[in-house]
């Protein structure tokens, strides 16, 4: 080496650590769970080494060429030396990656039972030997399989994993892997809490923010295929040129990665944007209008996905304000999309002030008639459960219930009722249980995860959504584990079977550290964590006992609103008997739309699982549950627990102080102090103002409160984030 050649080395090593130095101090948790720094484990340093020696690599495609980029980018993190990628296959080839196009026929015989699996998005990382030789091959049918194959052969190898004899055939069971982002066009994001939305509209379509790019890339590494731009209460100006200009922009930059660009479409556009006087959707112009608008949005961006509708649902105008139904509504724009392969994703998020009814009870009553009678490019979007992503709800009765129309799932990843980005709490914990819930439709085994998968139906498309929880702050998502919850969501969007275990494990390891130290009590401290928030602030099937509007903190006793249903003492009922809804036959009856056997259950406080209990059943507060307690010393005993087992979560993070950086440790640390806070905040609201019914004393074991139910209730939140 010559002296330059030394400087110039020299150079490089100060500056990278320069960088590494400010990456820590300023721009922590930017690079998610795709941070590629080397691999000190001498053992896979060194197996890497030679499976990656010299790859051949063709990409002819702007996909194929975000795979390879990624896996020079990859291999030269981990391994700290760049890899040796050829264009043409050769002999000295230790690694192919190559769609099966440009496979030799004996290679593609060999694999056919596994290419006939993958369909357009799998992939196969295997180890064979060719010609005597061992190889390691990355092959699918399509470019983005092949995309998806590059990541997760980076992800076994982040995870150390041992490549020798890898046989991995893994494909999405899910077609859509969609997020939805309730982002405003002036960059305010509904429910979020992790600073604006990244779309700069201002500056679009000429300025294009690298973290576009950044935001497709992780995305795409954990399989997410679709994404809703605009927040669901929509804007009709999002449909203008000047807009949709913007829009095609992103979809440029998303393309690459797999990624198609959705929007929300207010069904009042056509007057708000296009001069009319009606939005009638039996309307001639209105119609034209539409077929217009599509046509125009394809032009821009020929691979649109379509449109999220959210219509007559608080307050959003739809095909009711003209006498019409959501069916009507749905296939009108799905007419508009199916030249151009668009689809409908119309919301079932329904309820209205006019229906004295049980609230949960309403978009099953309204929608699950119309099963069979939407086209077929329309999906019906629903919400976990029947109420607003509560900490818990039995899973929504719809699933199961509309057997010829494909249902997606909504999930929130955005705390909105969770604590906000302050909280830490696994939400992969609460996802995987109502998957795992049975339906008994078309008998036992008939899991949520097998209708939204079209497995239990045949349906012919399938999808699942996540309300984003991604916004400009710098490390996305606010809390660092909230970033678990992204990278969850999609993992179970692409496998909605995998365990919420698997995930958290996954996740640390890709995040943080292989260290099993780290990893094992930290695992068991995102599992807790999703029980703790229920204990502490809905402990027993209650819900919805949020103060109003910004849903922060507890306001159990809000009883003002001018909607009932808007009010937590329409959900709770206390009074001096007990507490609790009764959706039995002998109250609202909301039990009645499960299938028999789960209403069975539910039915009886007896057999009703615990957890759902005052979701069911109103009763006496000195009902003696299977435990032996009556049940105010059970509500009170469940909100001390969630404080413990904040303070153990605390206790643990304690623990592996050692082990991660002090900035790492500290961010998370503060964090779970403020978690602590609140959590008693709530115990402690809760508990003086059910006392004010109850009239009991709290049980032993139960800290009192500090303060009286007054100040509880006169704390205010006006600045409160997200709403
Ligand atoms: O939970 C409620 C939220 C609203 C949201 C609505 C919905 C986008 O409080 O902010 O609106 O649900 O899902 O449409």
Redesign the pocket.
């Known amino acids: 080496m010559n002296i330059t050649a030394a400087q110039a080395k020299l150079f490089y090593v100060v500056s990278f650590l320069l960088i590494l130095n400010s990456n820590a101090q300023s721009l922590g948790g930017y690079d998610l769970w795709l941070g590629y720094s080397k691999i000190e484990d001498p053992v896979r340093h060194s197996e890497y080494q030679k499976l990656t020696k010299s790859i051949f690599f063709s990409s002819q495609s702007p996909i194929l060429d975000t795979a390879r980029k990624e896996l020079w980018r990859g291999i030269d993190g981990l391994l700290g030396q760049p890899p040796k990628m050829h264009d043409s296959l050769s002999l000295i080839n230790t690694m192919w990656v190559s769609k099966k196009m440009n496979l030799g026929k004996d290679m593609v015989n060999a694999l056919k039972a596994d290419f006939e699996r993958i369909g357009n998005e799998g992939f196969i990382i295997k180890s064979l030997t060719v010609r005597g030789k061992r190889i390691l091959l990355i092959t699918a049918n399509e470019d983005q399989g092949i995309l998806y194959g590059v990541f997760k052969l980076l992800q076994l190898m982040k995870t150390h994993k041992s490549l020798e004899g890898i046989n991995v055939v893994d494909v999405p069971k899910i077609q859509l892997r969609m997020l939805n982002h ?1 982002d405003n066009l002036d960059r305010t994001v ?2 979020g809490y992790a600073g604006f939305s990244l779309w700069n509209w201002q500056k679009l379509p000429e300025y294009k923010d690298p973290r576009y790019e950044d935001y497709a890339r992780v995305n795409a590494s954990i399989g997410i295929n679709a994404t809703v731009l605009t ?3 929509a804007n009709a100006l999002v449909l203008t040129s000047a807009y949709l200009e913007k829009v095609a922009a992103l979809a440029e930059i998303f393309r690459p990665y797999g990624i198609k660009v959705y929007l929300t479409a207010r069904f009042s556009a056509p007057m708000e944007i296009g001069g009319l006087n009606t939005s009638d959707p039996l309307d001639k112009d209105v119609i034209n209008w539409w077929n217009d608008k599509v046509e125009q949005i394809y032009k821009d961006i020929p691979d649109f996905g379509g449109f999220l509708v ?1 219509a007559n ?2 307050g959003q105008p739809g095909p009711q304000n003209y006498g019409r139904s959501h069916v009507v509504g749905a296939n009108m724009l799905a007419n508009a999309l199916r030249p151009f392969k668009g689809i409908v994703i119309w ?1 079932a ?1 329904v309820y209205s002030e006019k229906d004295a009814t049980d609230r949960a009870k309403q978009a099953f009553k309204e929608f699950v008639p119309y099963d069979g009678k939407f086209q077929d490019n329309v999906l019906v979007q629903v919400k976990n459960g029947p109420i ?2 509560q900490p818990r709800e039995p899973f929504h009765p719809m699933f199961g219930a509309m057997p010829n129309t494909p249902l997606v799932m909504e999930f929130q990843i955005t705390q ?1 009722y969770l604590g906000f980005s302050s909280h830490l709490v696994f939400l992969p914990k609460l996802f995987e249980e109502v998957l795992d819930a049975e339906t008994y439709k078309k008998g036992k085994n008939a899991t949520v995860a097998k209708v939204i998968d079209g497995s239990l139906f045949n349906n012919k498309i399938s999808a699942m959504a996540g309300v984003a929880n991604i916004g400009t702050d710098l490390n996305w998502t606010g809390h660092p584990f909230a970033q678990a919850n992204w990278y969850g969501y999609g993992r179970l969007a692409w496998n909605p079977y995998l365990s919420s275990e698997t995930i958290a494990e996954e996740w640390l390891r890709l995040t943080y550290t292989n260290d099993s130290a780290f990893v094992e009590p930290i695992k068991d401290l995102m599992i807790v964590s999703r029980e703790a928030v229920v204990n502490y602030m809905t402990p027993l099937g209650l819900h919805h006992l949020m103060d109003t509007g910004h ?1 922060y903190g507890p306001g159990p006793w809000v009883s003002d609103l001018s909607r009932p249903e808007w009010n937590p003492t329409y959900y709770h009922k206390g009074d001096k008997e007990g507490i609790g809804f009764d959706r039995t036959p002998s109250g609202s009856d909301a039990t009645s739309q499960y299938a028999p056997e789960i209403a069975k259950i539910f039915n009886t406080p007896e057999t009703c699982p615990p957890e759902y209990l005052l979701w069911f059943h109103h009763l006496r507060w000195d009902y003696k549950l299977k435990n032996g307690l009556i049940l105010w010393d059970a509500i009170a005993l469940k909100y001390q627990e969630g404080v413990n087992q904040v303070e153990e979560m605390i206790g643990i993070w304690e623990q592996i102080k050692s082990l991660i950086t002090d900035d790492q440790y500290d961010e998370v640390k503060m964090l779970l102090e403020i978690q602590l806070k609140e959590a008693k905040w709530w115990r402690n609201a809760c508990l003086l103002y059910f006392q004010t019914f109850s009239g009991r004393e709290l049980p032993p074991g139960v800290e009192h409160p500090d303060e009286k139910l007054e100040f509880y209730q006169s704390l205010k939140f006006p600045y409160a984030p997200g709403n």
């Open positions: 309730w509904e429910r927040n669901v209460n959210k649902s608080e919301r998020f607003d992503f909105e849903h």
